[in-house]
């Protein structure tokens, strides 16, 4: 795979400054005598040996391959006890041989992961060490090294998060910031808490000695399996509510694949208004889930017929959102989020929607979303009735609705940053078989 050219220079920049980090951290924060010190030699190897093992624990934690390990606890355990040149050296070495053996990922990729992790463990042990935090095999004050090493994993976390999201929002062409929020949502916290661990570790190595250090695989065997566990049933639930979705909707063929389109051109929304991780998490999975209610076969006929809906049809069409989260309410953890995105997406900006006539921004934003993707997708899609309309259709359709019944703000979003053009990428190829006429579908159903 060929480097992309824009980040060429950033990649070789970034190993540059890596390897730059590790020398400046010998020539300051060394001691030669450490490398005839085998207690200093003997900590070394078994905090590599815990670095290699927390990458191999490492977990998928995207369909785009990235991962999520353990391996800074080691790593920031290494600052507390060997120091800052010990502990970059330690990262080059680790990072180096688990991009090399465990990851089959493009060369520029592996030099740049290998190079923020070891800029960001040379940040926070040149911080440690300058807020006076003490590097020690035989005592550890914790009221002297605590303070400085809570600074330690805020340089650590800052560098990495940074340098990372600054790479992708250039491939991506997307603003930092943005992508930093997307990226890192709530995990931040998650890995702040679990860095809080190497403290335990510096701990157990200068009361008990090597020995007990090896033990410590043990707890991150234990949280890697804890966590793991946990993230694959939620990814495990995501799948089967997308069979189970899939499944409902391939019994017609107007609407297959609707939900999950809706789906995407949320998420693509969500992601321009700069939601975090969590909230586009919550978008993504009601939109997916918008139309679970139309589950019974009554909605099918309905769907499938050309003509007017009849009174108790389009009564039976409005309470599908509500039966929707009938059905959702039997799913265990469900956030209340999802459950409202999903019972108000049928609400109008002006108030004039069901089920709740709810208006403005009254309505979750999860459902304005929806209800703008809903619409875009109806129009763009065959109906019995007629063909897909075109895109210039679609915009004119999305400008006379602005403010009555869509969200102004979110329309004025896929207008302005071409979000109709994204989404007709994704569209599927269709050859016209009727006599196409232009005009809002959504509302009715």
Not at 46 to 67: D, R
Not at 162 to 181: D, G, L, Q
Not at 188 to 196: G, H, K, R, V
Not at 248 to 271: K, N, W
Request: net charge negative; with cysteine.
């Amino acid at each position: 795979m060929q480097i992309p050219r824009e980040l060429n220079s950033i990649i070789w920049l970034s190993a540059v400054l890596a390897v730059g980090s590790v020398l400046l951290s010998f020539v300051f924060f060394f001691d030669p005598h450490s490398l005839v010190n085998p207690d200093w030699l003997t900590a070394s190897v078994i905090l590599l040996g815990l670095s290699l093992i927390s990458t191999l624990m490492a977990l998928q934690i995207s369909e785009g391959g990235a991962t999520s390990s353990l391996d800074f606890v080691p790593q920031l355990a290494a600052v507390l006890l060997i120091g800052p040149a010990g502990a970059s050296a330690l990262a080059l070495v680790s990072e180096t041989v688990s991009e090399l053996f465990f990851y089959d990922k493009p060369t520029f990729k592996k030099i740049f992961n290998t190079s923020q992790v070891v800029l960001s463990v040379a940040a926070a042990g040149a911080v440690y060490v300058l807020f006076d935090g003490q590097v020690s095999l035989t005592e550890f004050d914790f009221s002297q090294n605590f303070p400085p090493f809570i600074v330690a994993i805020i340089t650590y976390f800052g560098v990495n998060t940074i340098s990372v999201s600054y790479v992708v929002s250039v491939a991506e062409k997307k603003p930092i910031f943005e992508t930093w929020r997307q990226m890192s949502g709530g995990l931040i916290f998650f890995d702040f808490a679990m860095s809080l661990l190497a403290v335990g570790v510096a701990l157990l190595y200068v009361e008990f000695g090597w020995m007990i250090l090896v033990l410590t695989v043990i707890p991150l065997f234990g949280l890697r399996y804890s966590y793991g566990t946990t993230y694959e049933l939620r990814r495990l639930n995501d799948d089967l509510l997308e069979l189970l979705i899939k499944t409902i909707e391939a019994q017609d063929p107007y609407t297959s694949g609707h939900s999950v389109r809706v789906s995407e051109s949320a998420q693509l929304i969500a992601r321009a208004m700069r939601s975090n991780r969590k909230d586009l998490g919550y978008i993504r999975k009601s939109a997916l889930l918008h139309d679970i209610g139309k589950i019974d076969v009554a909605y099918l006929e309905i769907l499938r017929q050309k003509g007017p809906l009849t009174p108790a049809q389009r009564d039976l069409i409005r309470a599908h959102p509500d039966r929707g989260v009938d059905i959702l309410k039997s799913i265990r953890d469900l956030h209340q989020d999802i459950l409202s995105s999903v019972r108000h997406h049928h609400e109008r900006w002006d108030g004039d929607g069901y089920p709740s006539g709810l208006a403005g921004e009254g309505i979750p934003l999860g459902s304005r979303i929806i209800m703008v993707c809903d619409t875009i997708d109806a129009m763009t899609t065959a109906r019995p009735y007629r063909d897909p309309l075109p895109i210039s259709v679609v915009r004119e359709e999305l400008l006379r609705h602005r403010g009555t019944q869509f969200d102004p703000s979110i329309v004025d979003l896929v207008l302005e940053q071409d979000l109709l053009g994204e989404i007709e990428t994704s569209l599927p190829t269709y050859v016209p078989k009727t006599v196409g006429k232009s005009g809002l579908d959504s509302g009715a159903v």
